[in-house]
Nanobody, 117 residues
Framework: QVQFVESGGGLVQPGGSLRLSCAAS????????MGWYRQAPGKQRELVAE???????NYADSVKGRFTISRDNTKNTVYLQMNSLKPEDTALYYC???????????WGQGTQVTVSS
């Protein structure tokens, strides 16, 4: 099993910045992809950004140029730097880990991001 400690969510004004962190621990086997998904009220959960062990990244079109994902493989930790935040970025942000050998998926409990004036 894999456990997560997520942090960094909160309330920010439009145009502001936040940095999310997620530290994974437990029995993580082999190469994996870590990332962030988000879910706004009444909407489906969607991918925000993800990153492989080799630092290959993938972003949703809506956040390209504003968000940056990074990771520290020695700490099994993924970060999401969010700049130029917009009200439509308001959502519950979930940390995610997918093991590429076992094809297992693990989810964090979520951290709330609210962008409002």
């Amino acid at each position: 099993q894999v456990q997560f400690v997520e942090s960094g969510g909160g309330l920010v004004q439009p145009g502001g910045s936040l940095r999310l962190s997620c530290a994974a621990s437990g029995s993580i086997l082999g190469p994996n992809i870590m990332g962030w998904y988000r879910q706004a009220p009444g909407k489906q959960r969607e991918l925000v950004a993800e990153i492989t062990n080799g630092a290959n990244t993938n972003y949703a079109d809506s956040v390209k140029g504003r968000f940056t994902i990074s990771r520290d493989n020695t700490k099994n930790t993924v970060y999401l730097q969010m700049n130029s935040l917009k009200p439509e970025d308001t959502a519950l942000y979930y940390c995610h880990l997918r093991e590429l050998m076992r094809l297992s998926n693990y989810w964090g409990q979520g951290t709330q991001v609210t962008v409002s004036s």
